[in-house]
């Protein structure tokens, strides 16, 4: 009976520690996982970033359009105050229709103006590499907009979020991670519902939304005029971009 005993404690003891070792094991792939994704893909980014006067690690915003499903990766050359648009990817999904983000559980994408903090980077995600946009920001606060934790995140799939396919995503958050460790306080991650031009503009004017489209219009109008982020802030109710 002892001797039995004594097995299964021994049993008992080795199953604790395999799960213990497992659980590290996934940790350490977890945490890991951004390493070496930057790895991988910095070899291949600054291969055509460099010619540009560019690399991994300098100062980078996003611009996405949800009804085109592709983000833009704009990166900021050294010794030039403009941005170039370096490389446009697929959205593998979004999720809602064209339309701003109004409450939590709406599973709707966001349009506006968004920032990644460092704080918002996410290693272990679930959806493989993921960071947190900032939603809502001010104006949608302004505005009773409720939500949390809208993500650009690999893993093909969404409910609010922008869903990138892996290999995109490792690339993305690879330059969006660097630009901040480098110095960058804030990524922006601007979100519109379609490119805004004066004929797309004309066959929304009915929408509840126009008045909103007309003001990232001129929000997109400034980034395609001055090839840098657009900076805007909220004025009763409404968006203006704020002269840089």
């Given at each position: 009976m002892k001797k039995n005993v004594v097995l299964s404690l021994l049993g008992l003891v080795l199953l604790v520690s395999a799960v213990a070792v497992f659980n590290m094991a996934c940790a350490e792939k977890s945490s890991n996982r951004a390493d070496i994704a930057r790895k991988r893909v910095t070899p291949v980014l600054n291969s055509f970033?460099?010619?540009?006067?560019a690399r991994v690690g300098s100062p980078v915003f996003l611009r996405a359009v949800k009804e085109d499903s592709v983000l833009e990766l704009w990166v900021k050359p050294d010794k030039s105050e403009c941005y170039m648009l370096a490389k446009r990817y697929p959205i593998a999904a979004w999720s809602g229709k064209l339309g701003p983000k109004e409450k939590e559980g709406d599973r709707q994408t966001?349009?506006?103006?968004?920032?990644v903090e460092p704080s918002g980077l996410n290693p272990r995600s679930n959806y493989h590499l993921s960071f947190n946009i900032g939603y809502p920001n001010a104006y949608d606060r302004s505005l009773n907009r409720t939500g949390s934790f809208i993500m650009v995140h690999g893993r093909d799939v969404s409910i609010g979020c922008l869903a990138m396919t892996d290999s995109g995503?490792?690339?993305?958050?690879?330059?969006?991670e660097q630009a901040l460790v480098h110095g960058q306080k804030n990524v922006p991650v601007q979100i519109y519902p379609f490119v805004p031009t004066p004929v797309r503009l004309s066959e929304e004017k009915d929408s509840p939304h126009a008045a909103f489209w007309a003001d990232m219009a001129r929000a997109w109008d400034w980034t395609e005029r001055t090839r840098t982020p657009a900076r805007v802030k909220a004025v009763n109710g409404r968006l203006v971009v704020v002269e840089q």
């Open positions: 970033l460099e010619p540009c006067g966001p349009e506006g103006f968004y920032e995503i490792e690339e993305i958050y690879t330059m969006v």
